[in-house]
Protein backbone atom coordinates (compact mmCIF):
# COMPACT_ATOMS: atom_id res chain seq x y z
CA UNK A 1 0.00 0.00 0.00
CA UNK A 2 0.86 3.85 -0.19
CA UNK A 3 2.27 4.17 -3.90
CA UNK A 4 2.77 7.13 -5.10
CA UNK A 5 3.47 7.11 -8.96
CA UNK A 6 5.01 10.00 -11.16
CA UNK A 7 4.81 10.79 -14.91
CA UNK A 8 6.53 10.97 -16.60
CA UNK A 9 9.66 9.26 -15.50
CA UNK A 10 11.89 11.90 -17.57
CA UNK A 11 11.73 14.65 -19.38
CA UNK A 12 13.89 16.47 -22.44
CA UNK A 13 12.54 20.00 -23.70
CA UNK A 14 13.76 22.97 -25.20
CA UNK A 15 14.10 26.31 -23.61
CA UNK A 16 11.05 28.16 -23.53
CA UNK A 17 8.71 25.61 -23.22
CA UNK A 18 6.59 24.35 -20.76
CA UNK A 19 6.66 20.74 -19.00
CA UNK A 20 4.36 19.17 -17.27
CA UNK A 21 4.88 16.26 -14.09
CA UNK A 22 1.76 14.32 -12.74
CA UNK A 23 2.02 13.11 -9.19
CA UNK A 24 -0.68 10.30 -8.26
CA UNK A 25 -1.44 8.44 -5.05
CA UNK A 26 -2.50 4.69 -6.52
CA UNK A 27 -3.79 3.37 -3.69
CA UNK A 28 -4.83 6.04 -0.61
CA UNK A 29 -6.57 9.38 -0.91
CA UNK A 30 -3.74 12.25 -0.59
CA UNK A 31 -5.29 15.19 1.26
CA UNK A 32 -1.80 16.83 0.88
CA UNK A 33 0.88 16.75 -1.59
CA UNK A 34 4.28 17.92 -1.42
CA UNK A 35 6.50 18.95 -4.64
CA UNK A 36 10.57 18.60 -3.87
CA UNK A 37 13.11 19.60 -5.97
CA UNK A 38 16.54 18.10 -5.55
CA UNK A 39 20.12 18.62 -6.82
CA UNK A 40 22.53 15.76 -7.47
CA UNK A 41 23.86 15.07 -3.97
CA UNK A 42 22.17 17.18 -1.99
CA UNK A 43 19.26 17.15 0.16
CA UNK A 44 15.25 17.39 -0.90
CA UNK A 45 14.32 21.06 -1.18
CA UNK A 46 10.53 21.30 -0.62
CA UNK A 47 9.29 23.76 -3.25
CA UNK A 48 5.17 23.70 -2.16
CA UNK A 49 2.72 22.18 -0.55
CA UNK A 50 -1.04 21.38 -2.27
CA UNK A 51 -4.16 20.42 -0.48
CA UNK A 52 -6.92 19.16 -2.57
CA UNK A 53 -9.06 21.94 -4.00
CA UNK A 54 -6.97 24.72 -2.67
CA UNK A 55 -4.30 27.17 -3.83
CA UNK A 56 -0.65 25.31 -3.04
CA UNK A 57 1.50 27.16 -1.17
CA UNK A 58 4.84 27.88 -1.43
CA UNK A 59 8.19 28.02 0.19
CA UNK A 60 10.37 31.12 0.40
CA UNK A 61 12.22 32.02 -2.82
CA UNK A 62 10.17 29.18 -5.03
CA UNK A 63 8.30 31.58 -7.96
CA UNK A 64 4.66 30.70 -7.98
CA UNK A 65 4.49 31.74 -11.68
CA UNK A 66 6.98 29.66 -12.52
CA UNK A 67 6.03 26.26 -11.44
CA UNK A 68 2.02 26.10 -11.59
CA UNK A 69 0.88 23.34 -9.06
CA UNK A 70 -2.71 22.28 -9.01
CA UNK A 71 -4.15 19.42 -6.74
CA UNK A 72 -7.42 19.05 -8.90
CA UNK A 73 -8.87 15.90 -6.88
CA UNK A 74 -7.79 13.48 -3.81
CA UNK A 75 -5.55 11.23 -6.27
CA UNK A 76 -3.57 13.95 -8.27
CA UNK A 77 -1.33 17.23 -8.63
CA UNK A 78 0.58 18.05 -11.13
CA UNK A 79 3.65 20.38 -11.21
CA UNK A 80 4.10 22.43 -14.90
CA UNK A 81 7.33 24.39 -15.04
CA UNK A 82 6.61 27.13 -17.06
CA UNK A 83 8.78 28.66 -19.84
CA UNK A 84 11.48 26.40 -18.68
CA UNK A 85 15.12 26.92 -18.61
CA UNK A 86 18.37 25.12 -18.36
CA UNK A 87 18.76 26.47 -14.65
CA UNK A 88 15.20 24.59 -14.18
CA UNK A 89 16.99 21.07 -15.25
CA UNK A 90 16.70 19.31 -11.86
CA UNK A 91 14.83 16.00 -10.16
CA UNK A 92 11.62 16.72 -9.20
CA UNK A 93 10.29 14.57 -6.59
CA UNK A 94 6.41 14.15 -4.79
CA UNK A 95 4.82 12.99 -2.07
CA UNK A 96 1.88 12.48 -0.53
CA UNK A 97 -0.31 11.70 2.78
CA UNK A 98 -3.19 11.90 3.79
CA UNK A 99 -3.18 11.75 7.37
CA UNK A 100 -5.88 9.61 9.38
CA UNK A 101 -4.36 6.04 9.90
CA UNK A 102 -1.45 7.38 7.98
CA UNK A 103 -0.62 10.18 10.21
CA UNK A 104 1.86 12.58 8.74
CA UNK A 105 3.81 9.69 6.93
CA UNK A 106 4.90 11.14 3.80
CA UNK A 107 5.60 8.82 0.50
CA UNK A 108 7.15 9.81 -1.89
CA UNK A 109 7.01 9.40 -5.42
CA UNK A 110 10.19 7.93 -8.00
CA UNK A 111 10.98 11.02 -9.40
CA UNK A 112 11.07 12.94 -12.24
CA UNK A 113 14.35 14.00 -14.34
CA UNK A 114 13.85 16.97 -16.34
CA UNK A 115 16.71 18.27 -18.07
CA UNK A 116 15.64 21.51 -20.23
CA UNK A 117 18.48 22.15 -23.47
CA UNK B 1 15.89 26.62 14.44
CA UNK B 2 14.03 24.45 11.71
CA UNK B 3 17.52 22.93 10.98
CA UNK B 4 18.51 19.49 10.92
CA UNK B 5 21.88 18.59 11.19
CA UNK B 6 22.97 15.16 10.06
CA UNK B 7 26.15 13.38 10.21
CA UNK B 8 28.99 11.91 8.76
CA UNK B 9 28.08 13.05 5.02
CA UNK B 10 29.36 9.70 3.54
CA UNK B 11 30.07 6.08 5.10
CA UNK B 12 31.89 3.41 4.38
CA UNK B 13 31.33 0.13 6.49
CA UNK B 14 32.04 -3.28 5.99
CA UNK B 15 29.95 -6.25 5.13
CA UNK B 16 28.38 -7.34 8.25
CA UNK B 17 29.01 -3.96 10.09
CA UNK B 18 27.45 -1.75 11.89
CA UNK B 19 26.29 1.82 9.77
CA UNK B 20 25.19 4.59 12.16
CA UNK B 21 24.21 7.91 11.14
CA UNK B 22 23.16 10.44 13.65
CA UNK B 23 21.00 13.72 13.38
CA UNK B 24 20.10 16.76 15.80
CA UNK B 25 17.59 18.75 15.48
CA UNK B 26 16.79 22.71 17.51
CA UNK B 27 13.09 22.89 17.19
CA UNK B 28 11.78 20.83 20.27
CA UNK B 29 8.32 20.98 18.57
CA UNK B 30 9.34 18.35 16.50
CA UNK B 31 7.50 15.38 17.17
CA UNK B 32 7.90 13.12 14.30
CA UNK B 33 11.34 11.25 12.89
CA UNK B 34 11.37 9.67 10.12
CA UNK B 35 14.10 8.36 8.06
CA UNK B 36 14.19 7.32 4.14
CA UNK B 37 16.65 5.51 2.04
CA UNK B 38 16.81 6.96 -1.32
CA UNK B 39 18.84 5.01 -4.09
CA UNK B 40 20.50 6.73 -7.09
CA UNK B 41 17.65 7.91 -9.43
CA UNK B 42 14.96 7.14 -7.52
CA UNK B 43 12.45 8.73 -4.59
CA UNK B 44 13.38 8.47 -0.83
CA UNK B 45 11.38 5.60 0.74
CA UNK B 46 10.23 5.50 4.35
CA UNK B 47 12.22 3.27 6.16
CA UNK B 48 11.75 3.45 9.62
CA UNK B 49 9.74 7.00 11.98
CA UNK B 50 10.27 7.42 15.96
CA UNK B 51 8.16 9.41 18.16
CA UNK B 52 9.96 11.14 20.89
CA UNK B 53 7.50 9.25 23.87
CA UNK B 54 9.92 5.70 23.20
CA UNK B 55 14.02 5.99 22.75
CA UNK B 56 14.16 3.35 20.64
CA UNK B 57 12.68 1.56 17.68
CA UNK B 58 13.56 -1.59 15.67
CA UNK B 59 12.48 -2.73 12.54
CA UNK B 60 14.70 -6.25 11.09
CA UNK B 61 18.14 -4.74 10.88
CA UNK B 62 17.37 -0.93 11.69
CA UNK B 63 16.92 1.13 15.04
CA UNK B 64 16.39 4.18 15.54
CA UNK B 65 17.74 5.78 18.54
CA UNK B 66 15.91 8.23 20.23
CA UNK B 67 17.63 11.22 22.93
CA UNK B 68 14.73 13.67 23.90
CA UNK B 69 17.07 15.98 26.40
CA UNK B 70 19.81 15.90 23.95
CA UNK B 71 17.85 16.48 20.93
CA UNK B 72 19.57 13.84 18.77
CA UNK B 73 18.23 10.67 17.35
CA UNK B 74 20.61 8.07 14.97
CA UNK B 75 19.85 5.35 12.96
CA UNK B 76 21.96 1.76 13.25
CA UNK B 77 21.71 -0.43 10.38
CA UNK B 78 23.20 -3.66 11.68
CA UNK B 79 24.61 -6.39 9.55
CA UNK B 80 25.15 -3.78 6.88
CA UNK B 81 25.14 -5.42 3.06
CA UNK B 82 25.95 -3.97 -0.18
CA UNK B 83 22.27 -3.39 -0.77
CA UNK B 84 21.98 -1.39 2.17
CA UNK B 85 24.40 1.47 -0.40
CA UNK B 86 22.22 4.23 -0.78
CA UNK B 87 22.00 7.75 0.76
CA UNK B 88 20.21 8.58 4.10
CA UNK B 89 18.02 11.16 4.54
CA UNK B 90 17.02 11.88 8.50
CA UNK B 91 13.92 14.28 8.72
CA UNK B 92 11.44 15.77 11.34
CA UNK B 93 8.02 17.50 11.60
CA UNK B 94 5.82 18.58 14.23
CA UNK B 95 2.13 18.38 14.88
CA UNK B 96 0.52 21.35 13.42
CA UNK B 97 3.24 21.78 11.20
CA UNK B 98 0.87 21.26 8.14
CA UNK B 99 2.85 17.69 7.61
CA UNK B 100 5.90 19.57 6.25
CA UNK B 101 8.92 17.66 7.10
CA UNK B 102 12.67 19.15 7.42
CA UNK B 103 15.07 17.23 6.30
CA UNK B 104 19.02 16.58 7.25
CA UNK B 105 21.84 16.88 4.25
CA UNK B 106 21.83 13.45 3.72
CA UNK B 107 24.27 10.64 4.45
CA UNK B 108 25.84 8.58 1.36
CA UNK B 109 26.40 5.10 2.72
CA UNK B 110 29.07 2.80 1.02
CA UNK B 111 28.91 -1.14 2.06
CA UNK B 112 32.14 -3.24 0.62
CA UNK B 113 32.36 -6.87 0.74
Known amino acids: GAVVSQHPSWVICKSGTSVKIECRSLDFQATTMFWYRQFPKQSLMLMAT?????????EQGVEKDKFLINHASLTLSTLTVTSAHPEDSSFYIC?????????????FGPGTRLLVL | QQQVKQSPQSLIVQKGGISIINCAYE??????FPWYQQFPGKGPALLIAIRPDVSEKKEGRFTISFNKSAKQFSLHIMDSQPGDSATYFCAASFTGGGNKLTFGTGTQLKVEL
Open chain 1, 50 to 58: SNEGSKATY
Open chain 2, 27 to 32: NTAFDY
Open chain 1, 95 to 107: SATSGGGMGETQY
